[in-house]
């Protein structure tokens, strides 16, 4: 993943016909990038969906606060959901898959029941 800088954000924002000349939001936007693994043109295209979706926000401190709070930590919240949902799909071999028997069924029982797995 390339480092994200004010200068990358900067032109992105050229791309979208966005200005900001305020070092803060940009500086803002650099650490989201840094805290949600996001690259410029990815978190760019995120904003500008967002801000559309609010009636063209303005690029803003305030609005910047607001768009990690309520879009940033919601996809957060989701990758996290799939990745646990990710551990019960995981491939099992059979050591791992007689824990989930009960003590008493047989070995054929068992062998059985792989067989179709």
Avoid at 48 to 57: E, I, P, Q
Avoid at 79 to 93: G, Q, V, W
């Amino acid at each position: 993943m390339a480092l994200v800088t004010t200068e990358s954000l900067k032109a992105e924002l050229e791309t979208f016909e966005i200005t900001c000349e305020d070092e803060s939001v940009l500086d803002k936007m650099v650490e989201l990038c840094i805290c949600s693994r996001t690259q410029a043109e990815q978190m760019l295209n995120e904003w500008v969906a967002y801000s559309t979706t609010k009636d063209g926000l303005e690029l803003t401190l305030e609005n910047l606060e607001h768009f990690d709070h309520e879009f940033l930590n919601k996809r957060n919240k989701s990758r996290s959901s799939s990745r646990k949902d990710d551990s019960y799909n995981r491939t099992r071999d059979v050591h791992s898959l007689q824990d989930l028997y009960p003590s008493g069924q047989s070995e054929k029982e068992t062998f059985r029941f792989t067989m179709f797995l």
